[in-house]
């Protein structure tokens, strides 16, 4: 079945300083979500990428999408103590009247003042 | 404001005693799901609904099963809890397509104690 993996599994960062997390797929991917989670909460979506290359960005996040459809990275620029959670991709395949989110293994980031 | 909802927020179970869980959600979406998630791990998904047509994951044990009344709610019965199942539950909608895929909307979990 298919796999999603994530890298770094933990970043610890001082304020002010950038995040990336990186995502890998096992399989091409029709198109992939990202989701973050705080500590004690719930998934929470964050964007959604379709197409090959793309890019998004929401403020200080930008979001990638691979070119063959199969990695995806999410960075962040000048990271505040808001950032805190862990953030998840997830691959998804899109069945006949819903979609089957495949969740990354998630990178916990933790800022530090 | 439109919801998921998740009853209990926190449950414990003895050992073999069976326990329901229960979700519901005033977004009129006709996808429902639910999630297994264990500490520090990612969510997976035990199985969907859309509207009233059940779709199981191929690893989903069979001591998982689930109902769904009506479009606002859906149970998860876990007939025979083992220590194993010790998680957070977490119950997600999202609107129904049959090509494009929607952002799901997840509720704040139901965190399921076995002792």
């Known amino acids: 079945g298919q796999q999603v993996m994530q890298i770094p599994q933990y970043q610890h960062v001082q304020e002010g300083e950038d995040f990336t997390t990186y995502c890998n797929s096992s399989?091409?991917?029709?198109?992939i979500q990202w989701y973050k989670q705080r500590p004690g909460g719930h998934p929470v979506f964050l964007i959604q990428?379709?197409?090959?290359?793309e890019v998004k960005k929401q403020k200080r996040l930008t979001f990638q999408f691979g070119e063959a459809k199969k990695n995806s990275s999410l960075h962040i620029t000048a990271t505040q103590t808001t950032d805190v959670g862990t953030y998840f991709c997830?691959?998804?395949?899109?069945?006949?009247?819903?979609?089957?989110?495949?969740f990354g293994t998630g990178t916990q980031l933790k800022v530090e003042l | 404001d439109a919801m998921v909802i998740q009853n209990p927020r926190y449950q414990v179970t003895q050992f073999g005693k069976p326990v329901t869980l229960s979700c519901s959600q005033t977004?009129?979406?006709?996808?429902m799901y639910w999630y297994q998630q264990k500490s520090s791990q990612a969510p997976k998904l035990l199985f969907h609904?859309?509207?009233?047509?059940?779709?199981n994951e191929a690893d989903t044990p069979d001591n998982f099963q689930s109902r769904r009344p009506n479009t606002s709610f859906c149970f998860l019965d876990i007939r025979s809890p083992g220590l194993g199942d010790a998680a957070m539950y977490l119950c997600?909608?999202?609107?129904?397509?049959?090509?494009?895929?929607?952002?799901?909307?997840f509720g704040p979990g139901t965190r399921l104690t076995v002792t």
């Open positions: 997600a909608t999202s609107r129904d397509s049959d090509s494009y895929s929607y952002e799901q909307y």
């Open positions: 399989t091409t991917l029709s198109n």
């Open positions: 990428l379709v197409k090959s290359g």
């Open positions: 997830a691959g998804n395949e899109v069945t006949g009247g819903g979609n089957k989110l495949t």
């Open positions: 977004l009129n979406h006709n996808v």
């Open positions: 609904y859309y509207d009233k047509d059940f779709n």
